[in-house]
């Protein structure tokens, strides 16, 4: 087990890591906003380089909590991410192609992320800095649903028609769970009038 020296100096560079990481992010974002002919996946992004500005932010609160400086130190795991996506886009011979493309990358780089914020969540926490801990959680979860929201949409992208007949069946579903829950309710209502009458 680490020390507690070298474990605070871990978490001093992998938060200077992911600070960079966050950064190239912000970067690459608008490049793949603008490239992407899904609506519904120009939208992700743009909301997640939003969302991004608001992460870094976060860190330098967390800096901030730490007494240093914010400082990143440059991520060689995000740059190799992002320049493997980019080589991958400039190879894609359609838009539905690129589209799928810019998705599995954005989800390599939300795993990195998702790996890293979870590695910093758990080191603060057992430093006993809750407060950060608390910061990184909060980014942690972010990053975990966009990835969701992202393979939902590669699966929507994939097999469309399937998209259409799920949600056609997903209706009559939601209907009839409010018709159950409606006619329950009924049912409540007539137990309580029986109970009054007894
Ligand atoms: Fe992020």
């Known amino acids: ?3 507690i020296e070298s474990l605070e100096e871990l978490l001093q560079d992998e938060l200077k890591d992911i600070y960079d990481a966050e950064k190239q992010i912000t970067k690459a974002l608008p490049k793949m906003a603008k490239k992407a ?3 519904e996946l120009r939208q992700a992004f743009e909301e997640h380089l939003r969302q991004t500005e608001q992460q870094i932010e976060r860190l330098e609160q967390v800096f ?9 130190k440059k991520c ?7 320049e493997e996506g980019q080589t991958m ?7 539905a ?13 939300e795993h990195y992320e998702i790996a890293a914020y979870g590695t910093v969540r758990t080191w603060a926490n057992l430093l006993g800095k809750s407060e950060v801990a608390s910061l990184l959680e909060e980014t942690l979860e972010e990053e975990k649903e966009t990835d969701q929201r992202l393979t939902g949409i590669a699966e929507a992208m ?3 028609e399937a998209a259409k007949d799920e949600e056609a069946e997903a209706a009559p579903r939601g209907a009839s769970a409010r ?8 049912g409540a209502r007539h137990a309580a009038a029986d109970r009054k009458r007894r």
């Open 89 to 95: 886009m400039s190879e894609a011979d359609d838009d």
């Open 37 to 39: 002919s899904s609506d």
């Open 1 to 3: 087990m680490a020390s």
């Open 97 to 109: 192609t690129r589209d799928a493309v810019m998705i599995a990358s954005a989800q390599k780089v």
């Open 64 to 72: 901030e909590q730490l007494e240093l400086p914010a400082r990143g």
């Open 76 to 82: 060689e795991g995000m740059k190799g991410l992002l």
């Open 179 to 186: 018709g159950a829950r409606a006619a329950m309710s009924r």
């Open 158 to 160: 994939v097999n469309p």
